[in-house]
């Protein structure tokens, strides 16, 4: 039987994410103003905060400028990035484990489905709740802004178009190599 999760796989999901959610934390933790400044995008707050539009597109010094967070955004943002920090070690210690330890593929393939089901389930509430989260526009709607890119930020874009891509990666894993471990389920 062949391998249920590939080099290649292993690779994305185990290193290259857990690398691209330790980004997420260091900038939810150590850059906490500039993170709380740049959640929402300037194209959708009316009217456009000038000052801090222009703070955002400066320099990581320019956060000098902003204004300071209260106690309880500052803790919010820390425990972001704690969570971000959880997603990276279990993402990166467990698929090693995982992978190390769970020799049957059968197994494996099992574990991974459910993994990556409960991953899925958690990109598509960060992409809702992101997609709430954000003002709405005096003129249109929240979705005709989120079809302009150009008006997307970075922690935007990671938010939404990151994390659909790594749930379209999940399903491209399960359409390639998890679907037999739900289907051997129902058959037993």
């Known amino acids: 039987m062949s391998d249920p ?6 690779v994305f999901f185990g290193i290259v994410e857990p690398i691209s959610v330790l980004a997420g934390a260091t900038y939810a933790l150590a850059f ?18 000038k000052l801090i539009s222009k703070v955002i597109k400066a320099a990581p010094s320019a956060a000098a400028l902003m204004p300071a967070l209260d106690a309880p955004t500052s803790m919010g943002l820390s425990q ?3 969570c971000y920090i959880l997603i990276m070690l279990n993402s990166a210690l467990m698929l090693y484990a995982f992978k190390r330890y ?9 574990v991974l489905v459910y993994f990556f089901i409960v991953l899925g389930v958690a990109d598509w509430t960060h992409i809702g709740l992101t997609f709430y989260g954000l003002p709405g526009p005096a003129v249109g709607s929240k ?8 008006g997307w930020n970075s922690l935007l874009f990671g938010n939404i178009a ?18 037999a471990a739900l289907s051997k389920v129902k058959t037993q």
């Not at 790594?166 to 399960?174: D, E, M, N, Q, T």
């Open 5 to 10: 999760f590939p080099l290649p796989w292993y």
């Open 32 to 49: 906490q103003k500039k993170y709380h400044y740049e959640l929402v995008p300037p194209s959708f707050v009316v009217p456009k905060p």
């Open 80 to 82: 972001l990035g704690s």
């Open 102 to 110: 769970i020799k049957d593929h059968d197994a494996l393939r099992n």
């Open 143 to 150: 979705i005709g802004l989120l079809l302009r890119p150009e």
């Open 162 to 179: 990151i994390t659909f891509m790594l749930f379209s990666c999940r399903l491209a894993w399960y359409l390639a190599h998890g679907r």
